[in-house]
């Protein structure tokens, strides 16, 4: 019989860990990976034939929860069609049409397989547009796996990024700059210190890779002017927060537009997509018009623009955001209920379908608190969910995910859940 151990020894002799993904293999959390065999709604099963409520959500994409009929109608009609054409097909443009109809400033699309491949080419994009080499990004944001992006901050304040991956080449990550996140002052002082050379500033603007954090009043509007006065172009990286924490995404709710936007996950409804938007002054500098080059032999996918437009289709309906966010909303006082009943350090937030659950007593603003969390004790907290059948995002600094499909009887059984875990962390 197929048990999640067999499953993943057997994995482990021919995929790297187990996994395609390093987080998929449980080491924040320890204990064996769950293999999936099917999720539907709000529930995934495992090879066991084990039930979870799943916050996972794939990482994001599931907005609408999983398998949903609509979309995968869509996707079969789509799939009928052929599966990949390598020339253009009318979908592309559909999609393209409702996120520039969402954001007022994308004028020009470009979509690609991955929200890594994304952000990989609007930086390229910035650094054409600009010419100039240097990047700013922010300690603990995530934009993917690109090199320049795979870098943290050196020792100094104003010193050189140095790789946080093994590959990186210092010359190349001496080139990205790294900021504090709610912390303009490290931005300015970055702008200070390398004038005329900062292409631009990549930014989650609400960041859900360092568990959910959210923008202090004035830092977006901040990064927005200190771009504009240097000559530099904003990015907001909405791969994660981009139609989840609201239809327009977090740009939509601090009123700052940026240069350009990086998504992903929901635009895909499932299926690997990413895409960059912006105005066509910018974008036009991207082959074949321009001189910056992008391309991918399966950008644009029949099947992912599919799903992405069906999912669309859901999420735009009246009602959509104001249903997620009461229902994250309920679960979340729910949490906060049951930590204060059982006294213990634990708390969560949410915007829109993001949430944040944390072994803190209040929320983090920063980084650096969201890493001052109990590992030890989500761990335990971690596991005694997922025994009780609450499949949440299996690290301690990654947001959680919250879809249409969850109803109130699936957010009180994990309100249920929480405060029997809590109390036995108590
Ligand atoms: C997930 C994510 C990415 C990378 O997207 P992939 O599709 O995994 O390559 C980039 N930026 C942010 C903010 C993300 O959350």
Redesign the pocket.
Known sequence: MSTNSSEFERARKVLVGGVN?AVRAFRAVGGTPRFIDRAEGAYMWDVEGKRYIDYLGS??PMIAGHSHPHVLAAVERAARRGLSFGAPNVMESELAERICALFPQVERVRFT???????MSALRLARGFTRRDSIVKFEG?????ADSLLVKAGSGALAFGTPSSAGVPDDLARHTLVAQYNDLASVEALFAAHPGRIACVIV?PM???MNLILPEPGFLAGLRALCTKHGALLIF?????GFRVALGGAQQLVDVVPDLS?F??VI?GGM???AIGGPAAIMEMMAPLGPVYQAGTLSGNPIAMAAGLATMDLIAEPGFFERLGAGCARLVEGLNAAAREAGVAFCARHRGGLAGLYMLATPPASFAQVQAQDVERFRRFYHLMLDEGVYLPPSPVEAFFFSGAHTDADVDATIAAARRALRALA
Do not use: I, L, R
Request: proline share 6%; glycine share 22%.
């Open positions: 993904s990482w994001g397989s991955s929200g890594t491949e994304a952000a944001c995530y934009h993917g796996t989650e960041p859900g890779n990286d909405e791969v994660m927060s990086a992903g996950k895909g690997p997509v990413g």
